[in-house]
């Protein structure tokens, strides 16, 4: 078994595991339950995998999958239009005053 993520809550060591297991690879999230329980310091849930074979496959996948929900985040932030000012809500991609495209996320 490998240590591919410490997460910061339950729901995103739950979802890093759903990620894997629809990628083939077997895991398992530990310390979940522990997480929160009254008068306990609360410990963060890691993801573990139970092939130490596909380690670099999953880190991959994981660095991925959390940029791509980081990217999420940010496609529905509002946003200015760098040419004429206009604030726009998160999901459009172009200004719809003078169709300058959004800059990408860096
Ligand atoms: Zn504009």
Known sequence: MKLVHTAK??????LIKGM???EGIRSIVRGDQLYGAYGELPI????????????????????EFLRGSAAQRYR?????CPRCGEMLEGQFTDC????TPRARPS
């Open 20 to 22: 894997l297991e629809a």
């Open 9 to 14: 809550h339950p729901t995103e060591a739950h």
């Open 96 to 99: 719809w005053k003078c169709g």
């Open 44 to 63: 963060l849930p890691t993801v573990w995998i139970l092939d130490d074979t596909l380690a670099a496959h999953a880190d991959r996948l994981v660095i």
């Open 76 to 80: 529905h932030e509002r946003w200015t």
